[in-house]
């Protein structure tokens, strides 16, 4: 699965057991403009470097694959949790960084027209 967004927050890598680390990216997707959405994606392992270039404002794609599973707590209660583990982003443009557009110089329409005008009026 793909999804297009703006880079909301990139935190740090942690080491969540011993063998096991992970790194989140927060992506705000607007849909409807009024109510943007806040996505929380999962890098895991050797997927947090991924990240490492991906600053908050960048617009992005992100490929991830949905996961779901269940959990059992004490008293026998069964709960189900997703998450958005991702394994590809791509910058599709640099917010932090952005530069000015560029555009053709100005024309000056004050001026008579020269010689090899060809216009019919």
């Given at each position: 699965?793909?999804?297009?967004?703006?880079?909301?927050?990139v935190?740090?890598?942690?080491?969540?057991?011993?063998?096991?680390?992970?790194?989140?990216?927060?992506?705000?997707?607007?849909?409807?403009?009024?109510?943007?959405?806040?996505?929380?994606?999962?890098?895991?392992?050797?997927?947090?470097?991924?990240?490492?270039?991906?600053?908050?404002?960048?617009?992005?794609?992100v490929?991830?694959?949905?996961?779901?599973?269940?959990?059992?707590?004490?008293?026998?209660?069964?709960?189900?949790?997703?998450?958005?583990?991702?394994?590809?982003?791509?910058?599709?443009?640099?917010?932090?960084?952005?530069?000015?557009?560029?555009?053709?110089?100005?024309?000056?329409?004050?001026?008579?027209?020269?010689?090899?005008?060809?216009?019919?009026?």
């Amino acid at each position: 699965m793909e999804i297009k967004g703006k880079v909301h927050e990139v935190s740090a890598t942690m080491q969540v057991t011993e063998s096991l680390k992970k790194r989140e990216l927060i992506l705000e997707y607007i849909e409807n403009p009024q109510y943007p959405e806040y996505l929380k994606f999962e890098a895991i392992q050797d997927r947090c470097a991924l990240l490492d270039n991906v600053k908050t404002g960048d617009d992005v794609e992100v490929f991830f694959n949905l996961k779901g599973r269940p959990w059992t707590d004490k008293t026998g209660k069964k709960t189900y949790f997703n998450s958005l583990q991702l394994w590809k982003v791509n910058a599709l443009s640099a917010g932090t960084s952005a530069t000015a557009p560029e555009y053709a110089a100005p024309v000056n329409l004050s001026a008579a027209p020269g010689e090899d005008d060809d216009l019919p009026f």
